[in-house]
């Protein structure tokens, strides 16, 4: 009778950490639900519709900007009643084309010549030589550096 | 209007909630419940109170519906508070429900958070201007929260000078406060407004409608002659023309244009085009 009468361990106890190290994963989901779910039942919420209450009538009418100018008197307002009206009325943006003073081909070329400029500047005399050996437009980097080579047995 | 006010009288006798759908744009008065799109089916015609057993009573379909200035939320229904029309705009990016609101009309203004308005500045105290707005107490205002404004660099700010910016914190249980910048810390116009000009108080529902997008009565008046307008939500207007006259002319329009038929507005303007 004593046999078939085991002893039952408590609940707190069989959550401490080191009775669930013997578990199996799937136990262990199991558990881990269940607690989820005493949780979230004690969790107060109130059963009513989403209705949510807002006192200004910005987002009820569409409304202009505040500060407006008429025929030229205030040049800066009439700037910013642009912005703020597209801004309202969520405009796309124009693509604004920057006027650029140098075009992206130029750039490019002129950084490819410029890599080598500064770089002859920090190469020792050795490897100046071999840029101005290819000076003729493309630029050949300096070899690597020889390191020591450790002989071999 | 008299037929108006009398069918709303006769749904208030007979104690049965009117659809919100039902009543847009039509004259409600305080005390009406109103029900929401989702909630007409379970009162049937003639409901009296039955409601159909539902077997997943948890998967209600809850649609946010947002309720704006003259609604308050009693239950699961909208309490008006304000008399006017019943208005709803539909949601532009699909989340949410729409919002309701009614469209009233007052002269006293109450302190609400984001709205621009103009203030005077009235004291001088330490680090903060405190701002006379219209409301029931003095707005406070930080020095630190103009455009390029530190410790050092403070901005020129005067008593006596108008200020046009907005609020951040305006609740009935605290001190309404502005500031002249926005969350990204660029002026976009706000701060103190310029010399001279004129400033005057009109109705808050015309400054509405004096700013909605297709207003005629500001396209009308910018054709007349340049000038400048900074409207407040607190119901004040400023204006500034080249000369007193033109200035005073124009605020005479627009304190009267609220009045005025589209015909006699139209005349007037003419008139003033031809002088």
Not at chain 1, 47 to 73: H, I, N, V, W
Not at chain 2, 41 to 70: I, K, Q
């Amino acid at each position: 009778y004593a046999a078939q009468q085991k002893t039952k361990l408590s609940k707190n106890l069989m959550r401490m950490k080191f009775m669930q190290r013997g578990l199996d994963s799937e136990t262990k989901k199991q558990l881990e639900g269940e607690e989820k779910k005493i949780i979230g039942e004690e969790h107060w919420y109130l059963d009513l519709p989403a209705l949510t209450k807002r006192q200004s009538f910005l987002l009820c009418e569409d409304l202009l900007y505040g500060r407006m100018s008429f025929r030229g008197f205030n040049p800066e307002v009439e700037k910013l009643m642009l912005q703020m009206n597209a801004k309202n009325k969520a405009e796309v943006f124009e693509d604004k084309t920057e006027e650029v003073d140098v075009s992206d081909e130029e750039m490019a070329r002129r950084y490819e010549t410029l890599v080598g400029t500064i770089g002859k500047k920090f190469a020792k005399k050795r490897d100046r030589v071999s840029y101005e050996e290819h000076e003729n437009g493309d630029v050949k980097l300096p070899k690597e550096k020889e390191m020591f080579l450790k002989p071999r047995d | 209007m008299a037929e108006v006010v009398a069918v709303a009288a006769e749904s208030l006798a007979g104690s049965r909630a009117r659809a919100a759908r039902t009543v847009l744009n039509q004259v409600v008065l305080p005390g009406e419940e109103l029900l929401l799109p989702e909630q007409e089916d379970a009162e049937g015609p003639g409901g009296g109170g039955e409601r159909p057993l539902r077997l997943n009573a948890g998967a209600r379909s809850r649609v946010r519906v947002v309720c704006g200035p003259g609604l308050r939320r009693c239950g699961d229904r909208l309490l008006v508070t304000k008399c006017g029309r019943l208005r709803h705009k539909e949601p532009g990016s699909g989340s949410g429900g729409g919002v309701y609101w009614v469209d009233s009309q007052q002269k006293r203004y109450v302190p609400v958070k984001g709205d621009h308005v103009i203030g005077i500045v009235t004291a001088k105290s330490g680090d903060i201007f405190k701002v006379d707005v219209g409301g029931s107490e003095p707005a406070s205002l930080s020095y630190l929260a103009f455009e390029g404004a530190t410790k050092r660099n403070r901005p020129n700010v005067q008593v006596g000078d108008l200020i046009y910016g907005q609020f951040v914190v305006a609740n009935k249980d605290m001190e309404p406060e502005m500031v002249c910048i926005d969350s990204c810390g660029r002026a976009n116009g706000m701060g103190v407004i310029g010399h001279d000009g004129l400033l005057f108080k009109v109705t808050l529902g015309l400054i509405r409608k004096l700013l909605a997008p297709d207003c005629e009565i500001i396209q009308e008046v910018g054709k007349l002659y340049p000038l400048e307008i900074v409207f407040g939500m607190n119901g004040r207007i400023w204006v500034k023309a080249k000369t007193i006259q033109q200035t005073l002319i124009l605020a005479n329009i627009l304190e009267a244009c609220e009045h005025m038929t589209t015909d006699q507005r139209k005349q007037i303007f003419s008139r003033l085009a031809e002088s």
